[in-house]
């Protein structure tokens, strides 16, 4: 429960900066860690105000009998949406409030369930305590990201804890070590009725997991294979009561992804270029949580050949399958000829299942192959373990407060005037649409509008991920966007070459980010020109027809931003403005 509390701790930590440095102006934002968590958000407010599984939070476009929306990313993954939403609804809570909780919750039920785990197969419970701080707190370091990058000066890195990206995987993980620990019972338990049980339980858990996350319940198929087949060549006489174990499992398995699949065949055309799956047949060798669970197998090995470990016994089976986990997964394109942003897996699970791998492969070895039995390990050992997990866990949670401060205070300083528009929204005449087109120069608010009130975008940088938009649309969006912005040919020559968000408008994320795909290709200046041309091409042609689709019911501006407003006022009359904190909102119409 204290090791649990402490990564809690830690995990709140950019939010009780954020509530020091805002004071009484705080408006109830929730500090973010990672900046795909807003499309999350978003996507629970629309859940939390009753619109169906198939939205989109951003457009304003919902599943209707009329207007069939396909299915994306968070319709597919709905199970820990709704974990999260359902509650929220109950209780009254706002999807920030919400975000906050959950912040908490995930990273106290991450730990319990990674204790259960330990403390199951070593019978340890003091070890197990450590593994928590250990495992969590290291997570980033396995992955070769965050601080680690920092101290070798490699630049700008993925920071936090990764595994508390709210929802995705933060509401899930939990029920992958719960997997993994029903797997394990069915090494150990005699009774072939519990053990038939505990197939029962691992495989509504791996259901569970097909309709959460899917880097989830592909790294915990790995694990299941994996752990099949090591027993199949360590007994080989039990082969008939090891099919009907993992038989069990299968028939869940099965049950789970024929839907999902169906599901699939349904996504959005623009769903693959958007999660940027490559075809390819090429090995991934060197990744850091592989190399982690490489040498945790070949520890294993060798303890095996100098019988220091039992090779047969459950234990080095189970914590084996969990080392070859990481090269099985990082080269199953070698096979299917597929890969879906491996890094991924890098950061949000399979870092956890290697230093996992590390803990029961140093037990076992320490133990001379007897996970709970033989040498106890000092307690003055697992105590500086757990000091200097923590102490590493406090650097990496405290460079998303440095990093990402500034973009929480924005954030929250634009929930006032976002809470406004919620007011107006719901102000509006019955049959008038539901979800007027909002226009912002501020990129914050464009991102955190959803997040709070039912109101579409005209556009901001997580619009794509959803089924509403084509990728055509979605950089039309932004040719708008910048157009209304003022932004010229010249200064959008500049944007194309320079400007993050800009490029994943333009490219696609699988070319503007070079860590998401191992096919990657590299975006030319050719293409570059031609973007430049099409946009020039766009504003000059700009007319009413386009400046109707969508169009425009509020216009919010920042009052630093001295924003010109020529572009605008050519197709839409401005209401007199109305101040609300930084901000200006102005009601619009469209010329006749």
């Not at 929802?167 to 053990?195: G, H, N, Q």
């Not at 464009?446 to 940088?461: F, H, I």
């Not at 430049?532 to 630093?560: C, K, W």
Request: charged share 20%.
């Amino acid at each position: 429960m204290l090791a649990a509390c402490a990564v809690a701790l830690l995990a709140l930590y950019p939010q009780i900066t954020l509530w020091a440095e805002r004071g009484r102006d705080w408006n109830g934002a929730y500090a973010y860690i990672d900046t795909d968590e807003v499309a999350y958000s978003a996507y629970i407010n629309a859940l939390v105000d009753g619109r169906p599984r198939r939205n989109d939070p951003y457009t304003g476009r919902d599943d209707e009998p009329n207007s069939p929306q396909p299915e994306s990313l968070f319709s597919i993954q709905f199970a820990p949406a709704y974990m999260v939403a359902i509650p929220a609804r109950l209780f009254g809570l706002s999807t920030s409030t919400t975000f906050i909780l959950l912040l908490v919750i995930a990273a106290f039920a991450s730990g319990l369930t990674i204790f259960r785990l330990i403390w199951e197969v070593t019978g340890e419970e003091y070890l197990a305590a450590t593994a928590i701080l250990f495992v969590l707190c290291l997570g980033t370091l396995a992955s070769a990201q965050g601080e680690i990058q920092y101290l070798f000066g490699f630049g700008p890195a993925y920071d936090n804890f990764p595994f508390l990206r709210r929802y995705l995987p933060a509401v899930s993980l939990p029920f992958f070590f719960i997997f993994c620990t029903f797997l394990w019972r069915i090494l150990t338990v005699e009774d072939s009725r519990k053990r038939r049980l505990s197939a029962v339980l691992t495989g509504l858990t791996f259901a569970l997991l097909v309709f959460s996350y899917f880097y989830l319940w592909t790294a915990a198929i790995v694990v299941l294979a994996a752990l099949a087949f090591l027993l199949l060549i360590a007994r080989p006489e039990r082969w008939l009561q090891t099919l009907k174990d993992f038989g069990v499992i299968g028939i869940f398995a099965a049950a789970a992804l024929l839907p999902y699949f169906i599901l699939l065949s349904h996504r959005a055309s623009t769903m693959d270029k958007a999660q940027a799956l490559a075809l390819t047949h090429a090995p991934d060798l060197f990744r850091s949580p592989e190399l982690i669970g490489i040498a945790a197998f070949i520890a294993l090995a060798l303890g095996a050949q100098r019988t220091l470990v039992k090779w047969q016994s459950s234990a080095t089976l189970f914590t084996a399958a969990l080392a070859l986990t990481p090269f099985v997964v990082f080269n199953q394109q070698i096979v299917t000829g597929r890969s879906l942003q491996p890094i991924h897996y890098e950061q949000f699970i399979i870092n956890y299942v290697s230093l996992v791998a590390v803990v029961l492969t140093f037990t076992l070895l320490w133990r001379g192959g007897r996970a709970k039995s033989g040498r106890a390990i000092p307690a003055l050992a697992l105590a500086c373990v757990a000091l200097a997990s923590f102490g590493w866990g406090y650097l990496e949670m405290r460079a998303p407060r440095d990093i990402l401060s500034e973009h929480n205070r924005t954030r929250d300083e634009a929930v006032p005037v976002i809470l406004r528009l919620k007011e107006l929204a719901h102000s509006l005449p019955a049959g008038t649409n539901t979800f007027p087109i909002v226009f912002s120069s501020d990129d914050f608010l464009n991102e955190s509008l959803p997040t709070y009130a039912p109101l579409g975008v005209l556009w901001t940088r997580h619009m794509h991920v959803f089924s509403g938009v084509t990728l055509e649309e979605n950089k039309e969006r932004l040719f708008q966007q910048l157009y209304y912005e003022g932004t010229t040919a010249r200064e959008f020559d500049d944007l194309a070459h320079n400007d993050f968000q800009v490029l994943l408008a333009l490219f696609g994320w699988e070319r503007a980010n070079k860590n998401l795909t191992i096919n990657i290709r590299p975006i030319t200046e050719a293409e570059v020109s031609a973007e430049i041309r099409n946009y020039s091409d766009y504003i000059a042609a700009f007319d009413r027809e386009r400046a109707s689709h969508p169009t425009l019911s509020y216009v919010v501006t920042s009052i630093d931003d001295k924003f010109d407003f020529t572009n605008l006022d050519r197709w839409y009359t401005r209401e007199a403005g109305e101040r609300i904190g930084r901000f200006m909102l102005y009601r619009v119409k469209l010329k006749s």
